[in-house]
């Protein structure tokens, strides 16, 4: 049953791990999904921009052509040369700028073609750990089946056990050398399983010999109180008429504690030999031993 426990623990830890993983790749899928998004977002806006771009080059004349009006102006201010540089250096600076978005949108489709491939990874990844989490479940369910049928058996002889201990309470008085039998047997069974006695599921069925367990000494004064008052009760004509008078709440009990050996402190004429005649007729009555 120890090993069986300790097995199921292992297993239980394991998936927990795998499940932890398994909730760590769907966090890592959903950012990742969401880096796609946002990229083609940025990538709609980008888009947008060399379209502007492109639309402000397509306007342009395609070369240097000043009309007649233009150059008369230009030539008149010297300006000739410096409108020239200036038109193709703003021409250069728009066809720059388009380039350069254009290298953008490329790289950020590039950086989408690894995401969506990092996705198909994890999500292979997610799909393994499934099956992971699947096959440990299944694994756990069949050591709990063996550890619950194991528990049901050592239930099953503990509450045996308990049963006759409460049957031997409630008929006689349990001296030490009883008890200390009884708590021998109580140890064999329980050899290498005492962490059970109290486990959740067979606990409730258990409540008189986990008492035991916990300190017999106590248990059995408690239970030889409780009989020693029952058999007072239940034998009252036998103390009643044992002797010629009936026997007093303390001789009672004298003739009812039996221990393996007994020793009875009282004064003369108190009643010592009618307790010793009691004491014997109660042990044949009971059948603890014969008339011979």
Known sequence: MRQLAKQIKITIDQKKEYEDAY????????TLKADITSIKQQNKTTALEIAKYTQTIDQLPTSFKPTFLQLLILWLSLGIKNYKKEYLSHLETLNNEKNKLKDTLSTREQNIVKIQKEIEYEEIEQKRIIQKIKQLKNEISILENSFDKKLELFKNTLTSFQTKVLKLSKNQ??????????????????????????HSKIKSFLTEIISFYSDDVIWVKNKNSAFIKNEMVREKD???????????????????????????????????????????????????FTSK
């Open 23 to 30: 909730n760590k790749k769907v966090k890592k899928i959903i």
């Open 173 to 198: 008085y349990i001296n030490d050398y009883t008890r200390n039998k009884l708590k021998n047997e109580l140890n064999s069974i329980l050899k290498n399983k005492d962490e059970f006695l109290t």
């Open 238 to 288: 036998f103390f009643d008429t044992v002797e010629s008078q009936p026997l007093t709440e303390k001789q009672k009990e004298a003739v009812l504690v039996n221990e393996n050996n007994n020793l009875i402190l009282a004064g003369a004429g108190s009643g010592k030999t009618s307790v010793v005649v009691a004491k014997v007729s109660y042990l044949i009555k009971k059948k603890y």
